[in-house]
Every structure is written in structure tokens, then in C-alpha cells.
T-cell receptor, first 117, second 113 residues
């Protein structure tokens, strides 16, 4: 079974600065998908970024980018130019490649990000 | 109404009550999920429905009973719950193929007294 570990329960960053959230995972599969989700106080889980394991290029979405190290099974999220609206819980998630049925996400415990002025 | 909606947003119930949580998706997806989110624990997948058929039940106690009448609606029927069942219950939907992400609803905050 796959496991996802987020070792930082809480992180803090000043507005306009850069912060990196860590995520490691354990799997025996060679192909899979990795996600970062954001859950603000409104509780709605929102997809931030997605990475396909077969792609060597790190995914980027505006101020959000990942550092995907497949051999190390590491998938960190970098937030540049942090904004107050980035304050939320961030969850790392793993998903197996399609096996013909609706597939499931395995989540980490989350990292709470505070953004200070 | 767009995306994934859940009702009610908050629910307080006694251990002998029967209640239902509702989830509706307006995205044309064919898979729907129930998750339980407790403090300091990873989200726990409870049930998966694919084209209205239940494809996964992660050893969930029988006091939780899911129902999926069509691809757009998902219910979670609750009866004789325990205080430890208090949590945020999240519904999600997706297209079947794993390359597509899951879209989540805002959740129902359940308190069992």
C-alpha cells in the first residue's frame, strides 16, 4: 500500500517571500500521479498542482511549482511571492494509474501554512 | 449551481438519530467518493462509486450507509453513530480516468453528541 508523509505540521512565511512544503511517499509502482491540494478555512479542497510520474519536467502553475525527485520519492511544493490568500492547509496526495475503475487518492496529514505581513 | 455541493454544511445529531448527508455534482463526472477528515489524521477514503456502482468500501462500519442513485448524486445515511464519528465529511467527484483530478465539495461538519 502507498503512504504519503508530510513531516511539517505547520509552516510560516512572510508575504512576498518563498516557502517550500515537503512531501515524501512510499510506493512500489513505477507510474502514478501526485497532487497538491489546498484547503482554506472555507474547507473546500482545491487542486493546486498535479505531476505525472513519467514526466521528468517539474510541474508549474503560476506561483506554484514542484520539485519532483522520483528516485528519492520526494514531491515538494514551492510557493513564490506568497500572498495572504495562500494561508491554508496543504495536502500532498498520491494516486495510482488507472486500473479501469475509479481510483483513489492517498493523502498526507497536511501542512498548515501561515502567511504573515 | 456549479461544482460539487454538499448539504447540510453543519449537522449535530444524537447517537440514536438517523440523518443523511447529500452530495451533488454538476460537472458531468462519473465517479463519486466519500472521505472522512478528522483532526491530525489523513483524509480517509470511505466509499467509491463508479457509474453508480460501489467499487470500494474501506472497512467502514455499517452505521454508515452510502447510496448513489445516479452519477450526479451521492448520499451518506447515518444511524446510531458514535462520538468518534464526529468529523468533516467530504464528497468528491471525478472522471473515471486517473489522469483527472478529484473535485471536492465544501464538506459537512458532523458532531455526534
Amino acid at each position: 500500500a502507498q503512504t504519503v508523509t508530510q513531516s511539517q505540521p505547520e509552516m510560516s512565511v512572510q508575504e512576498a517571500e518563498t516557502v517550500t512544503l515537503s512531501c515524501t511517499y512510499d510506493t512500489s509502482e513505477s507510474d502514478y500521479y501526485l497532487f497538491w491540494y489546498k484547503q482554506p478555512p472555507s474547507r473546500q479542497m482545491i487542486l493546486v498542482i498535479r505531476q505525472e510520474a513519467y514526466k521528468q519536467q517539474n510541474a508549474t502553475e503560476n506561483r506554484f511549482s514542484v520539485n519532483f525527485q522520483k528516485a528519492a520519492k520526494s514531491f515538494s511544493l514551492k510557493i513564490s511571492d506568497s500572498q495572504l490568500g495562500d494561508a491554508a492547509m496543504y495536502f500532498c496526495a498520491y494516486r495510482s494509474v488507472d486500473t479501469g475503475t475509479a481510483s483513489k487518492l492517498t493523502f498526507g496529514t497536511g501542512t498548515r501554512l501561515q502567511v504573515t505581513l | 449551481e456549479t461544482g460539487v455541493t454538499q448539504t447540510p454544511r453543519h449537522l449535530v445529531m444524537g447517537m440514536t438519530n438517523k440523518k443523511s448527508l447529500k452530495c451533488e455534482q454538476h460537472l458531468g463526472h462519473n465517479a463519486m467518493y466519500w472521505y472522512k477528515q478528522s483532526a491530525k489524521k489523513p483524509l480517509e477514503l470511505m466509499f467509491v462509486y463508479n457509474f453508480k456502482e460501489q467499487t470500494e468500501n474501506n472497512s467502514v462500519p455499517s452505521r454508515f450507509s452510502p447510496e448513489c442513485p445516479n452519477s450526479s448524486h451521492l448520499f451518506l445515511h447515518l444511524h446510531t453513530l458514535q462520538p468518534e464519528d464526529s468529523a468533516l465529511y467530504l464528497c468528491a467527484s471525478s472522471l473515471q480516468r486517473s489522469s483527472y483530478e478529484q473535485y471536492f465539495g465544501p464538506g459537512t461538519r458532523l458532531t455526534v453528541t
